[in-house]
């Protein structure tokens, strides 16, 4: 039997390996489009800035070694043109020669990857994109000679292009046609990336776009010039169809090959996996593009098990993903508020900001964490948590309790490993899980920071339970000072109505909040205090 896979890298050479892996007698032709069938993609932009000195330490597998080991016949720089499905042959171009020829297979997988985005702009084919090894050559050699860069899109590649070309003594422009980076962050924790960038000597234009290319500059959609020595294009991908829509194959609503739960196209012979395919959601079971590795890497393996007989299915997706921002750590696993609110689920929000670990080991740094849960169910709907080492675990965490079906309150039940340099007694992920428990369970109401306004509008005061000085450094416009430990003797000095209570993380707003509701005061607590209004556009709002 002969298995063609169209595409190396993450699923495609996951396919080949595994396949043989479990079949001997298997005939596998991989056909890769590049020089490269085997790479380090996630690891591109480092070797951009210099953090991955040697390039080699990106190519993983060449054609020479994949034959030594698993007898899989590699050819690279051989592009397929066309497939026809009903003869099971595909066309391929040798593109060192031109030679043309033609092969039969019994079973097709087609793992082409993306494309990247590139906008129809004047120029824009000065703009570099990174999607493999040729691209990271070319970068490298255009890094070399520049002064100055402009980054286009500040999503997850283009956040990490603007950190390694810093790091190659650039002086860097990212532009970002929203007004954030990260779309998978909703913005108060985005502002928290937004400073980081800016104190490492990044300009962050939000807001607007590259409306032009020239020799050496980039003219904005607000009608700015910014020098720009070197351009990079990292706007996003989309998926590759080209090949599927030449054979017929059935694309899904988001634009990518859409398949079924064991990776099968419209036709049953040929298969798909990687960043051309859509996925399902796991909230909602939506049609979903997901472009990460591991998701490539396990379709990959799952579909050379349906291929080999031994059954298996694909999974519905989370977006679970991290990106390093300066040190500053950024990690998220389902929807934010943004999409909840855009789609109408109900939901609840929880902000927390603990140490990463214990505070009296020394290094302790403060990470900021979201967790969003159904109402009514407790399900855990998504989570974001940006700041210092161990970020990506606390998601990681949440993502797999996703996956186990737990509830945002059973989150406090986890036993977690625990040592003063690693975590808390306490650890983060227990404390989302009380804080859940306790908004369940009635102990507290909570406001969010783009509620604060309007309540007050209608008639709430601000109570900040802060001490004196913390209350001088900074607070909530209009707020009133009552510091906690001096609430119970201070009750006759607060104003009638609903209260509003703050603190700075959240924890003085939940003793205090439980002081005054059994007083029989209508009070909330600020979720996430002060330090969550004061990143968010709330906080913007009031300095304008």
Not at 154 to 169: P, Q, W
């Amino acid at each position: 039997m002969r298995t063609i896979i169209i595409g190396g890298v993450a699923g495609g050479m996951s396919a080949a390996t595994r396949l043989r892996r479990l079949d001997e007698s298997a005939e596998i032709i991989v056909l890769e489009r590049s020089g490269y069938v085997s790479f380090a993609n996630c690891g591109l932009p480092y070797h951009v800035g210099g953090v991955i000195e040697k390039r080699g330490a990106l190519l993983l597998q060449n054609p020479g070694s994949l034959k030594r080991r698993f007898g899989i016949d590699v050819r690279v720089r051989h592009e397929v043109t066309a497939i026809d499905p009903a003869a099971r042959e595909v066309s391929v171009t040798d593109l060192r020669t031109g030679a043309q020829s033609t092969l039969r297979y019994d079973a097709l997988v087609l793992s082409p990857g993306g494309r990247p985005v590139r906008p129809p702009i004047p120029g824009i084919e000065r703009a570099l994109s990174l999607r493999d090894i040729e691209d990271t050559d070319a970068m490298v050699a255009a890094v070399g000679p520049a002064d100055t860069a402009v980054v286009v899109g500040g999503g997850f590649i283009g956040v990490e292009m603007a950190e390694n070309l810093v790091h190659r003594g650039l002086r860097v422009t990212l532009v970002e046609a929203t007004d954030q980076v990260m779309a998978p962050l909703d913005p108060e924790l985005a502002a928290l990336v937004h400073t980081r960038l800016r104190e490492h000597g990044v300009t962050l234009v939000l807001g607007a776009s590259v409306s032009a290319i020239g020799a050496d500059t980039a003219t904005l959609s607000d009608g700015s010039v910014v020098q720009a020595d070197l351009v990079v294009a990292a706007i996003g991908v989309r998926p590759e169809t080209s090949l599927a829509l030449g054979a017929g194959l059935e694309l899904g609503p988001r634009g990518g090959i859409l398949v079924d739960d064991q990776l099968r196209t419209s036709d049953p012979a040929i298969y798909a996996v990687g960043d051309a395919v859509e996925k399902r959601d796991a909230l909602d079971d939506s049609q979903a593009l997901v472009p990460l590795a591991n998701t490539a890497n396990r379709q990959g393996r799952v579909v050379a098990d349906i291929i080999a007989g031994h059954g298996g299915s694909d999974r519905p997706v989370l977006g679970t993903a991290v990106v390093g921002v300066f040190g500053l750590t950024v990690a998220t696993t389902g929807w934010n508020e943004k999409r909840l609110r855009a789609a109408g689920t109900p939901y609840r929000a929880i902000h927390t900001h603990p140490a990463n670990h214990a505070g009296y080991y020394p290094g302790a740094e403060t990470i900021s964490i979201k967790l969003l849960f159904d109402p009514v169910t407790t399900r855990i709907l998504g989570a974001q948590a940006v700041g210092g080492a161990g970020a990506e675990k606390r998601i990681d965490v949440i993502a797999t309790a996703m996956a186990g079906g737990l509830t945002a309150p059973a989150l406090a039940d986890l036993e977690l490993a625990y040592a003063p340099q690693y975590s808390s007694a306490k650890d983060p992920v227990n404390m989302l899980g009380w804080v859940a428990r306790n908004m369940t369970e009635g102990l507290v109401n909570t406001v969010q920071w783009h509620e604060v306004a309007g309540r007050v509008a209608g008639g709430a005061t601000v109570v900040d339970v802060r001490t004196a000085p913390e209350y001088a450094a900074g607070h909530i416009p209009g707020s009133v000072n009552v510091p906690v430990d001096d609430l119970r003797g201070r009750l006759g000095d607060l104003p009638d109505g609903e209260l509003l209570v703050v603190c700075a993380v959240g924890i003085r707003g939940y003793l205090a909040a439980r002081t005054l509701a059994q007083q029989g005061r209508a009070v909330a607590n600020v979720d996430g205090g002060y330090l969550t209004w004061a990143a968010s556009p709330a906080a913007d709002a009031t300095r304008r």
